[in-house]
């Protein structure tokens, strides 16, 4: 079974350039997950889909950061226009509850990003 | 609030055991997690225990849990070069999906 991939896995772009990164979930998980970690610090959550509904997005950081899920299977995190600080890595999870409520989310191998 | 701690290097010699610590405040978590992201590759779940456990043991890894602390730690015995990455906790909290991460612990191994 294929796991979470991410598309691409590095981008190298000026501030003020969009950029848009991939994400597609293990088949048939309908949560998907994108979190970043900044240089050396903590992997930080951002936002959460529940199929194609956003369920809560309270970690994503300003109105430059849009995120998509059309459709339920893939989704898109797209930066616009991009800045110094957005320099790091993008993750993406996907889960699926568990009969015993246990849901681990399975990672992506990131895309990084480096604003220049 | 929702914070987790974990001390930044580890560095020990190929065959002994690495003690990876962590530390967490949120007492409502009902999940405690440990992924390994080795140079270059995304992240790897090794494995996880529920918050009313104490104890749990996959093979070379042992995962002990201070719920009164609020203390979790990752044990590898007889730790080999193939070990050297970052080893990041996370916990998840009761009534979010989300999961909230320490900083990592880059685990060094000496030949």
């Known amino acids: 079974e294929a796991g979470v991939t991410q598309f691409p896995s590095h981008s190298v772009i000026e501030k003020g350039q969009t950029v848009t990164l991939r994400c597609d979930p293990i088949s048939g998980h309908d949560n998907l997950y994108w979190y970043r970690r900044v240089m050396g610090k903590e992997i930080k959550f951002l936002l959460h889909f529940v199929k194609e509904s956003k369920q809560d997005e309270s970690g994503m950081p300003n109105n430059r950061f849009l995120a998509e899920r059309t459709g339920g299977t893939y989704s898109t995190l797209k930066v616009q226009p991009a800045e110094l600080e957005d320099s790091g890595v993008y993750f993406c999870?996907?889960?699926?509850?568990?009969?015993?409520?246990?849901?681990?989310?399975?990672f992506g191998p990131g895309t990084r990003l480096l604003v220049l | 609030g929702e914070d987790v701690e974990q001390s930044l290097f580890l560095s020990v010699r190929e065959g002994d055991s690495s003690v990876i610590n962590c530390t967490y405040t949120?007492?409502?978590?009902?999940?405690l997690y440990w992924y390994k992201q080795e140079p270059g590759a995304g992240l790897q779940l090794l494995t996880y225990?529920?918050?009313?456990?104490d104890m749990k043991q996959d093979q070379r890894l042992t995962v002990l849990l201070n719920k009164k602390d609020k203390h979790l730690s990752l044990r590898i015995a007889d730790t080999q070069t193939g070990d050297s990455a970052i080893y990041f906790c996370a916990e998840s909290i009761s009534g979010t999906y989300k999961y909230i991460f320490g900083t990592g612990t880059r685990l060094k191994v000496l030949a």
């Open positions: 949120d007492s409502s978590s009902t999940y």
């Open positions: 225990i529920f918050s009313n456990m």
């Open positions: 999870a996907s889960s699926q509850a568990l009969a015993d409520g246990q849901e681990t989310q399975y």
